[in-house]
């Protein structure tokens, strides 16, 4: 049921003017708008973004257009999370936020105001961060549009996609054709603009979003014809120079609904003046360098970087460009230099014995929140691409534990050997299934590092003292921690302990996770209740946190709560693919990485997360309730 909740922009209720206030802020604060009247039907969530404070090409209106947007869709019943002047991580960041909360179901919107570019044929969206004078940031830190379509892709209960976007569409790079997006099924984009021009920013408010708050408040229409009937609107008022379209993949219809009267005159914008329009800004990144010499600055920002993506990234600006052959000898040359190994024979792993520590009884947990809509088990699926080939590896050092100091959490160490990493599931992220050696090997936390562990590492004058919610037992995993405060962790550690600690890769990870297994979950093809610590997955559970370490079933090879419990950093940057990735088991970094991997689902997310293959990214910075880690070290 709808929460009635005063509709608030966090700057205006202050009494600042929204762009000003954003400008002076820090870090871009999410607001959070609920609808005041909901309306009959399936749940609407929105996220809205608006960009204005670039460095060399600020913009004038896309965070009153934000704000703008925000109010007409709260009024209609939306409940909204919108950000002015949003960084690279913190975009990251509020998709990752959108596509959980839209996991349980519902319509879906997001929209984005500010300066977007076509790069290799693919639609950008520019974070405030993202300085034009290096070009090569634009295309790193770029928001890619597909990224934003792979979050709302999931199958949920009335699932219905819009997306907004009023910016540019214009390339500085090498002229590429537009590919069309891979839109999801029951999806509708809407661009300000057709691909390779450009969007006027308006005098106070962009020209396109003024069109379609005007055509929102008219009352109930059929969403595409309303799209298509702003498209019409701006093109005319524009004299054709800009004209909006749609991409759709929607099956039936879909209307807005009605604003209320007593909204109607908060949304209510003037009608477009084409005449004032003339000599505005646009909404796209247009380079004072020629084309010749923009290829030269990118090539120059990237000429001596010991990095493979970035070299990727200016062949994706520039796939036939001067320097796009020494670009694909780089990254040859980068990827070449990276250790191989061959596979060891296959091994059998062996019995591991029932735990030391028993289930400790928990008070009967409170009726849980609505489950994620149900991931599609690698079981169901038909005819998959790929069937993964059963892991070669064993549990190594006779199954001996470590333990290297009185504070340092139990290692259990593993044996080298391949596996196929990844699946064929319905998410994007987990393809293509893939093979990976593990070449040497190495030791991983038997439990997640507890909140004790935690507070030695504060003890010692290293870690930040984190209070933890209620008064949980010291063996409880330590959660609401960074990636970066998991570094400050291991570093502490190593020195304690006097050996090299760190995070496991993202494919040491799975590769402990699966302990030898190829199923979607390490205990076969189906859900089992009693093998992880999730919601609805049997006892112990309680929604306000994790059962302490140990209290479900280990894996084969002797890990506890690789599955559920809390999400776990790995060392790697975020992907959104296994595309090009390492085949050696190292972690896949990046420069400037700050949105990092996290794996196995925690307490608060359904079964169908508890797969194996399941992974999901994170602002690196941020600390959020349901991540945690587990350490890990080499083996000599």
């Known amino acids: 049921m709808w929460r009635k909740l005063l509709i608030v922009c966090i700057f205006g209720a202050i009494g600042v003017d929204c762009a000003q206030a ?8 999410p607001t959070v708008e609920r609808t005041v009247t909901a309306p009959p039907g399936p749940r609407r969530i929105a996220l809205v973004i608006g960009n204005a404070e670039y460095g060399t090409h600020p913009l004038a209106n896309p965070v009153r257009d934000a704000r703008q947007m925000s109010a007409t869709l709260a009024s209609l019943g939306f409940e909204v999370t919108s950000y002015a002047n949003a960084s690279a991580p913190q975009m990251a960041q509020a998709i990752a936020d959108f596509r959980r909360r839209l996991a349980a ?14 790069a290799g044929g693919d639609t950008m969206l520019v974070p405030v ?18 990224s934003v379509l792979d979050a709302m892709s999931k199958e949920r209960p009335n699932r219905i996609n819009l997306v907004i976007l009023d910016t540019c569409l214009n390339n500085p790079f090498e002229p590429v054709a537009a590919r069309a997006p891979d839109l999801p099924a029951d999806t509708l984009v809407a661009y300000a603009t057709a691909p390779g021009t450009l969007a006027d920013d308006g005098e106070r408010q962009g020209v396109y979003t003024a069109a379609l708050v005007t055509a929102m408040a008219a009352g109930p229409r059929d969403a595409t014809a309303m799209f298509r009937s702003v ?73 001596d970087s010991n990095y493979a993506s970035d070299y ?47 289930a400790r009884p928990v008070q009967q947990a409170p009726t849980p929140a609505p489950a994620p809509a149900p991931r599609q088990t690698e079981a169901a699926k038909s005819a998959p691409a790929a069937s993964p080939a059963p892991a070669t590896a064993a549990k190594g050092a006779a199954g001996a534990e470590i333990k290297d100091c009185p504070n340092c959490p139990i290692l259990i160490p593993i044996a080298a050997g391949t596996f196929t990493m990844g699946s064929n599931s319905d998410d994007p992220a987990e393809k293509p299934p893939h093979r ?111 059962a302490t370490v140990g209290s479900f079933a280990p894996n084969p090879y002797g890990l506890y709560d690789m599955n559920g419990s809390v999400w776990e950093w790995v060392t790697d940057c975020w992907h959104s693919s296994y595309k090009n990735a390492p085949a050696d088991g190292r972690a896949w970094d990046d420069p400037s990485c700050s949105v990092r991997v996290i794996r196995g689902g925690s307490w608060r997310d359904g079964g169908a997360y ?8 994170y602002s690196a910075s941020v600390r959020q309730s349901q991540n945690g880690f587990r350490v890990a070290r080499d083996m000599p």
Not at 324 to 346: F, S, V
């Open 22 to 29: 954003a400008s002076a802020a820090a870090a871009a604060a």
């Open 105 to 118: 179901g519902g319509v879906g919107v997001f929209y984005f105001a500010g300066h977007g570019l076509q």
């Open 129 to 146: 961060d993202a300085d034009s004078g290096s070009p090569a940031r634009l295309v790193t830190k770029g928001v890619a549009l597909q």
């Open 231 to 303: 498209a019409s609107a701006v093109g005319r008022e524009t004299k054709r120079r800009q004209v909006p379209w749609i991409a759709s993949s929607l099956a039936g219809p879909f209307s807005f609904g009605a604003v209320p009267r007593d909204a109607s005159a908060k949304t209510r914008v003037a009608g477009i003046d084409a005449a004032s329009q003339t000599g505005t800004l646009t909404r796209g990144i247009l380079p004072k360098d020629s084309s010749e010499q923009y290829e030269l600055t990118f090539w120059d920002s990237i000429k």
């Open 312 to 358: 990727e990234a200016y062949l994706k600006a520039y796939p036939n460009g001067r320097f796009a052959a020494l670009a694909r000898a780089r990254i040859d040359r980068l990827r070449a230099a990276a250790p191989k190994t061959e596979a060891p024979a296959a091994r059998t792993a062996p019995a591991v014995t029932a735990p030391a520590e028993k």
């Open 436 to 546: 990976v050696s593990i070449g040497q090997p190495f030791a991983i936390g038997k439990y997640e590092v507890t909140l004790d562990q935690w507070n030695a590492c504060a003890d010692g004058g290293a870690c930040t003292r984190i209070p933890a919610d209620g008064n949980p037992a010291g063996n409880t995993p330590m959660r609401n921690v960074s990636w970066d405060d998991a570094q400050v962790y291991v570093k502490w550690l190593s020195k304690t302990a006097g050996k090299a600690y760190r995070l496991p890769s993202e494919a040491e990870w799975e590769y402990a996770a699966r302990a030898g297994t190829s199923t979607p979950y390490w205990w076969g093809d189906q859900m089992r209740k009693g093998n992880a610590n999730c919601k609805e997955c049997g006892d112990p559970w309680k929604a306000e946190g994790p």
């Open 610 to 617: 508890m797969q194996s293959a399941t992974r999901f990214k």
